[in-house]
């Protein structure tokens, strides 16, 4: 079957493969869609036993990347990079300054950003070589940076819009809320319910991490291995994806799903899954839009040399009920499931649907 024609490659505008002798680079830079403005989206660096999982990853990544910009209103489109590590894991100057002359050479019409084996400090070396590139260091209060707690706060205020719809409650005070992972996102997600006063469980393979944000909050920590099987309201996911498989669905004992996660759902079909134990699902690349607003804001602010304003990204990321309700809404006029409903209106706004 011609590569062009597999499903993963769903027309995307460029894939580049990049290699640079001299550090050693191997990266594949992909751009699914650049109809609504530059493709924005992180760089993974990440050991691939097979190069073939790397493409994957590259272009299911550019694509979901395409939905999230266009769903969360950004004027970007999608893409993603992976950089190709070692077996030892290692990424040199050389090849950061590779990679981000890499970039440079698309002239913009692929920004970077912090993804999973990434950091600020990486994001700041590739800013050497080009200037499309975002999530740097920036203070605390001000635009770009960490984009963890920006994601954090996006999901909070789904997490109230899905209650409200699901419950018909007012806020989250005893709401029982389970919370899969710890760490920028999970830790960020559970403090802002904890001021509302939710009941938290919460779990990490990270043992100490939970015990501690538990004892923090005043909430309960339980193993990791247990977390989707506790009775609550509320289960949100915000460590690993394609947990909801068949399995993963049929032991779920809540009302509402709603987490962080990147590609929560296993396979096409297991949001109508959920829709069937009347489970509301809040589609992940939906909720999860905070950080990708916070930076770029910042890489649109800086690229039109105008100064950027927190406050405008606080209010974009509190649109994101808006949209979660418009899916719900539509899924329960159609009775497709907020997965597909999503999918639908994510490719409507870049020119596909
Ligand atoms: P993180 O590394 O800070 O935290 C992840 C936490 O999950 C860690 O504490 C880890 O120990 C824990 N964990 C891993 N496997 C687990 C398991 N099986 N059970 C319970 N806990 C487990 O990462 P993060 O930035 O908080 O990201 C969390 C998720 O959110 C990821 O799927 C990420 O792709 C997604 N996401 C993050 C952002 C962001 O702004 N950071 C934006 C969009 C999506």
Redesign the pocket.
């Known amino acids: 079957m011609a590569f062009w024609t597999k499903a993963d490659f769903d027309e995307h505008e460029l894939v580049e493969f990049v290699h640079d002798r001299k550090s050693g680079l191997s990266a594949i830079i992909a751009i699914h869609s650049s109809h609504l403005g530059p493709a924005a989206g992180g760089t993974r660096f990440w050991h691939y036993p097979q190069a073939d999982e790397a493409m994957v990853d590259a272009l299911r990544l550019s694509r979901g990347m395409s939905y999230k910009n266009a769903m969360a209103g950004l004027p970007m489109g999608g893409g993603k990079a992976v950089v190709l590590l070692g077996a030892d894991g290692g990424k040199t100057p050389d090849m950061l300054a590779a990679f981000g002359d890499a970039i440079d050479t698309l002239g913009g019409r692929y920004v970077t950003a912090e993804d ?1 084996g990434a950091t600020e400090a990486d994001m700041v070396a590739i800013s050497k070589r080009t200037p499309h590139v975002c999530g740097l260091p920036a203070e605390d209060g001000t635009v770009g940076g960490d ?2 707690p ?2 954090a706060m996006g999901i909070y205020h789904g997490i109230k819009a899905a209650v409200a719809h699901k419950l018909g409650k007012d806020g989250v005070k005893d709401v029982r809320i389970a919370v ?7 830790g960020g997600v559970a403090r802002l319910l904890a001021k509302d006063g939710a009941r938290l469980i919460v ?4 043992a100490v ?1 939970a015990r501690t944000l538990a004892r923090d909050l005043g909430g309960e920590a339980v193993a ?1 291995e247990r ?1 989707m099987g506790i009775a609550c309201d509320v289960f949100s996911p ?4 394609a947990i909801l498989d068949e399995e993963g669905i049929a032991r779920l004992d809540c009302a509402v799903v709603a987490g ?3 590609n929560q759902l296993a396979r096409e079909g297991d949001g109508a899954l959920l829709a069937q134990r009347s489970i509301l699902y809040a589609p992940d690349y939906v909720i ?1 839009a905070g ?1 990708i607003i916070n930076v770029g804001l910042e890489y649109l602010c800086r690229q039109h040399g105008s100064p950027c304003d927190i406050n405008e990204v606080r209010r974009r990321i509190a649109q994101i009920p808006e949209r979660l309700e418009a899916i719900w809404r539509e899924s329960d006029e159609t009775g497709q499931s907020p997965d597909v409903v999503a999918d639908a209106m994510a490719r409507r706004l870049i020119g596909r649907g």
């Open positions: 999973v984009p963890g920006f994601t899969q992972g710890c760490g920028s996102v999970g779990s990490d393979i990270d991490r990791a977390i915000n460590a690993l994806g962080g996660a990147n999860n950080g």
